[in-house]
């Protein structure tokens, strides 16, 4: 069985068959800001996280270092409510039209993952942390 897949789930569901999953039962998904269209992370889903977003209106991923469902913000309170759900040319990548609540979609406190950008061959950090991920993770 592949990563968190439960036969039931899928039974009901059959635009879940249109998806063209990896051999791990996984797709990339970007998560892209509804109203600037920055793209603030890229995540995996496998199928369950895929309805499960469906179902909420919030996206929820499936972490391979963890091997679970991963809901975004449970922890942080950085929730990303869904606006809309696309599926690329190819069937195997999903395009997540999201609202990033807090402005806070990157663990390390910035707005975007994509923090970081290359300059004359040199790697460069160009966005502010908005929040601390100490005052963020309070473990």
């Not at 895929?50 to 270092?65: D, G, M």
């Not at 040199?122 to 309070?138: A, F, H, Q, R």
Request: proline share 3%.
């Amino acid at each position: 069985m592949k990563p968190g897949m439960q036969d039931t789930e899928q039974k009901n569901e059959p635009w879940l068959k249109r998806i063209n999953w990896s051999d791990d039962g996984l797709i990339p998904a970007i998560a892209q800001d509804a109203l600037t269209g920055r793209v603030l992370m890229v995540a995996w889903m496998n199928r369950e996280a895929l309805l499960l977003t469906w179902q909420k209106s919030e996206a929820v991923y499936w972490s391979r270092s963890r091997r679970k469902l991963w809901h975004k913000g449970e922890e942080s309170g950085h929730i990303q409510k869904v606006k809309e759900i696309r599926l690329d040319c190819d069937s195997d990548v999903i395009l997540l039209q999201i609202e990033q609540q807090g402005g806070i979609a990157c663990h390390t406190g910035r707005e975007s993952c994509f923090f970081t950008r290359l300059e004359q061959g040199e790697w460069c950090e160009v966005d502010e942390v908005l929040k601390s991920p100490d005052e963020i993770y309070k473990k």
